[in-house]
Structures are given as C-alpha cells and as structure tokens.
C-alpha cells in the first residue's frame, strides 16, 4: 500500500494531468454530437473486435460438438431425400421410394487406403449400431463403397478403389445400365463397363447408381464422363468416369440400409431355385 502512495505523491503532476484530461475529453464528446457518435462507434468496433475474437476461439474448440450436430442434421435430411415419394431432380439424388424404405446413420472414417489395387475403409459403426455387410456407404458428393466385415464398433467398407467392387450404374440422362469396376490405376477414376453401343453416351454425362440391387437407391452421384472407348467385340463402351468424390480424402460418410432387403433377397433366392 506505501507503495502505491509513493507511486502517486510521485506522479501527482502526471496523474493530475490525465484525470484533467479525461474530464475535459468526456465533456467535449457529451457536448458535441459528431464527437459523441464517433466515440460510440470507435468503441463499438473495439468491444465488437474483442467479442468476436472471443467468440471464434470459442466456435474453433467446441468444432467437433458442431460438427456431430451438423453430421447428425445432415442424416435426417438425407433419410428425408431416399424416402420422398417426390421425383427430386438432382446431381446426386434421384430418389423415388416409399416412405421408410432407407435408414441413414452418419459415421466416421478413421483409416482410408487408395493405393494399392484392393482398397477398404474403416469406420467408427459396427454391430452394436445395427450395422451389417452389404450396407452402402456414400457421402454428401456421391457412392464410397460397400460395408464388408463388421466387429462391435466397427466396420471395414470395400471401396469402389477396390478391384473386387462390382456397382450397378447407369447413365443419368439415358437410364443405359452398366458395371462400374476399378482397373486400379488413378484413386480418381473408375471404368463403367458393359454399356450398350447404342447408348448416346457423351463426355461430361453424368454416371450415378442404377438401383438395380439392394444395396443403393438409384441416382446416388458416381461422377462424369470423361472419356469413351467400345471394347474389343464392338457391342458395348468401356467408359472412363471421373469421380466426383476425392477418395483420397474421405471424412464424414453415411450409411445406407434397405429395410426391405431381406425381403427382396428372399424373394431373389426363391426366384432362382
């Protein structure tokens, strides 16, 4: 305490000064209503700047709660999407199925391999989240793969970077069906195969499911044409489709189950006997 005693009988001149200052300051700006109005907004940008600041440091660490939020809204959203009874024209989703029919849970990756020829995926959803084999998994953008093995909190996911995936695709504009493989060479192509010569395929078409199996409604975005080539017999196109995921970079995904997939696998099975 003597020391904030002697500080002041020290700078008593200067102090005097400043507290002299600040009045005469305070009651030039409540005088006058420019300065007034210039002071309000002088301080307005200030606390606003540190507000701000404050809050974005705050939005960055509580990111992954926003992002759950976000993933969990975007789930929702997309269940709404596969189930609509309404021809939604989109890039992505085509969708025109009887309410109910797709489940949607969002998930997480937490390995992703592209460079070798037979790629997988692993997610954070398993058994204990009622995830099976043969679940599609796709992203906002468009298909990643097939669920292939799954333990408690886990599943592996068979990439279509995978030389093993087979997925029914078709042209969007035309409805021409083929087999989308991966010939392993570019993690940011595959090969749509076995298209009818008579298909009026085009560079830049765009290439989504066919929703002729269980596993993917149709419509789900696959990616464009980026080139074309008839095979060997001449009776059908070899397409080269540019995905519109990046499959080297691979995050937030969700996974799609067909609730009547046992029904129509026991149908198929009794079909085929």
């Known amino acids: 305490m003597q020391q904030i005693f002697n500080f002041v009988i020290k700078n008593k001149t ?7 200052f600040s009045i005469a300051l305070a009651l030039t700006i409540q005088s006058h209503s420019y300065h007034k109005s210039k002071f309000i907004n002088s301080a307005n940008a200030l606390t606003g700047g540190v507000y701000g600041t404050v809050n ?5 660490f509580d990111l992954e709660h926003e992002n759950e939020i976000l993933s969990e809204e975007n789930k929702h959203l997309r269940e709404q999407l596969f189930n609509s009874k309404n021809n939604l024209d989109s890039t992505y989703i085509d969708s025109t199925y009887s309410k109910g ?15 070798s020829t037979h790629n997988y995926l692993t997610i954070n959803k398993g058994r204990k989240d009622s995830i099976r084999q043969d679940f599609g998994i796709i992203t906002s953008k468009g298909i990643v793969g097939i669920i292939d093995q799954t333990s408690s909190g886990y599943a592996t996911v068979l990439s279509i970077l995978n030389k093993k995936s087979r997925i029914n695709a078709k042209l969007k504009r035309t409805d021409h069906i083929g087999s ?3 010939n392993g060479s570019s993690p940011f192509y595959v090969q749509l195969e076995d298209v009818s010569k008579f298909a009026p395929v085009k560079v830049g078409d765009t290439i989504v499911t066919g ?3 269980a596993i993917f409604p149709k419509g789900i975005g696959i990616g464009i044409i980026e080139s074309f080539e008839t095979d060997i017999s001449g009776d059908t196109y070899t397409i080269e489709v540019k995905l519109f995921n990046d499959m080297t970079n691979i995050g937030a995904v969700y996974i799609l189950e067909n609730l ?4 129509i696998k026991t149908l198929e099975n009794l079909s085929n006997e």
């Open 211 to 213: 929703g002729q199996s």
């Open 101 to 115: 029919q797709y489940k949607v849970t969002a998930a997480q990756v937490y390995k992703n391999s592209y460079s």
């Open 14 to 20: 200067f102090l005097l000064f400043l507290l002299l």
């Open 56 to 60: 974005s440091i705050g939005k960055y």
């Open 260 to 263: 009547d997939r046992n029904e």
């Open 180 to 182: 989308l493989k991966w």
